[in-house]
């Protein structure tokens, strides 16, 4: 799929899930609920902490991409350095997603034909993540400033396209989206760890139905 047709779809369905702290086993399992829910984009996250389990977080992201071919977008999350992104490119990642700005992060994504995500959260990064060839921002964490430290930053920089991210769930995603994110990343909120563990995936597909309801309001 084109760079360009992907971006719209992003701007298009506005939600992304990010499965964070999943057992690569289970991930299949979450894209599945979260696909009967409507979500059509989902961030598999690498862990920082466990470098030993980076290439089972690929075969991952591998696994996803394969199941829902065209049907379900499936990007990589925590990328903190090109080596990150050459193995999420390589499993099939279609969006690189970081939790700040490296700088040479995005150029090894926008020369590797992926969408880019970097995580900001000042005016200053969040202007020089956009001109480091960012496609979208990622303002981070979103929820610990609130809605109105958003609506400050985005008077003077409003045309860069930015996503909430951080404490964004079904009582305040409205709201962010009235206030003029183009869409949001949901983690925790979402893939909630305790249903994984017990395999209550049926929780996770009815709360992502709500809210790909609210964003499509």
């Known amino acids: ?28 399992k979450v894209a599945d609920a979260l696909y ?17 389990s980076w290439v ?16 379900m977008h499936v990007g990589a999350g ?6 990150l992104v050459d193995i999420a490119a390589d499993a099939g990642a279609e969006y690189i997603i970081s939790p700040d700005v490296n700088i040479a992060v995005i150029k090894r994504t926008v020369e590797k034909g992926l969408i880019s995500m970097p995580g900001a959260l000042t005016p200053s990064e969040i202007m020089t993540a ?12 979103a929820g610990n400033l609130g809605l109105g430290y958003l609506k400050a930053i985005m ?10 991210v951080g404490g964004v769930n079904e009582d305040n995603l409205r709201d962010y ?29 009815e709360l992502a139905k ?4 609210i964003a499509k309001a």
């Not at 971006?7 to 289970?26: M, Q």
């Not at 089972?56 to 049907?71: D, F, L, N, Q, W």
């Not at 925590?78 to 080596?83: D, E, G, L, P």
Request: proline content about 4%.
């Open 1 to 28: 799929m084109e760079k360009s047709e992907l971006i719209k779809i992003v701007r298009e369905e506005k939600l992304i899930a990010i499965v964070r702290g999943v057992e690569p086993d289970k991930c299949l």
């Open 36 to 52: 009967e829910g409507g979500f059509r984009l989902v961030e598999i996250t690498f862990d920082q902490k466990n470098p030993g």
């Open 56 to 71: 089972e977080t690929g075969a991952a992201i591998a696994a996803v991409k394969k199941k829902y071919a065209g049907r």
């Open 78 to 83: 925590t990328v903190v350095s090109t080596q």
């Open 130 to 141: 956009y001109n480091s060839g960012a496609d979208f921002v990622k303002v981070f964490p």
């Open 155 to 164: 008077a003077p920089i409003g045309h860069v396209p930015m996503l909430a």
């Open 177 to 205: 989206l009235e206030a003029g994110c183009c869409g949001a990343g949901i983690g925790g909120n979402l893939v909630n760890k305790k249903w994984v563990a017990e395999g209550e995936y049926d929780k996770i597909t």
């Open 210 to 213: 709500r809210m790909v309801r």
